[in-house]
């Protein structure tokens, strides 16, 4: 079993993301997780993430704020507070942050096999 504390994280620059901070809380290398890592990541307004089509499964999941995710059809999804979406693998999806104050969300994702 092993405890980890904010204090413990460290940052990171996902790849296709802008105006947020990303920090790995489990994976292979902070916890030993070998089937999904677990990520905070805290959008300032009007930040995000581009296009980007999914490999493996993921869920979002709202601390706080709220984030908008849209499909490849242009469907929208507005996820507040305790909300989550879920995804797999061939869904393209991009998210921002439409609102004026920080949004916080956990991701949870799978590790290609």
Same mark, same amino acid.
């Given at each position: 079993?092993?405890?980890?504390?904010?204090?413990?994280?460290?940052?990171?620059?996902?790849? =296709?993301?802008?105006?947020?901070?990303?920090?790995?809380?489990? /994976?292979?290398?902070?916890?030993?997780?070998?089937?999904?890592?677990?990520?905070?990541?805290?959008?300032?307004? /009007? =930040?995000?993430?581009?296009?980007?089509?999914?490999?493996?499964?993921?869920?979002?999941?709202?601390?706080? =704020?709220?984030?908008?995710?849209?499909?490849?059809? /242009?469907?929208?999804?507005?996820?507040?507070?305790?909300?989550?979406?879920?995804?797999?693998? /061939?869904?393209?999806?991009?998210?921002?942050?439409?609102?004026?104050?920080?949004?916080?969300?956990?991701?949870?994702?799978?590790?290609?096999?």
């Amino acid at each position: 079993m092993i405890k980890r504390t904010i204090d413990e994280l460290k940052t990171y620059d996902p790849p =296709g993301h802008f105006g947020m901070t990303a920090m790995r809380v489990h /994976g292979k290398d902070e916890t030993g997780a070998q089937k999904f890592w677990v990520g905070l990541s805290t959008f300032l307004p /009007g =930040g995000g993430a581009d296009w980007s089509l999914e490999t493996l499964e993921k869920v979002y999941y709202i601390l706080e =704020g709220e984030m908008t995710v849209t499909e490849k059809s /242009g469907k929208k999804h507005v996820l507040c507070k305790d909300d989550s979406f879920s995804m797999t693998e /061939g869904d393209e999806r991009r998210i921002v942050n439409e609102s004026n104050i920080p949004a916080r969300m956990l991701v949870i994702a799978s590790y290609p096999d």
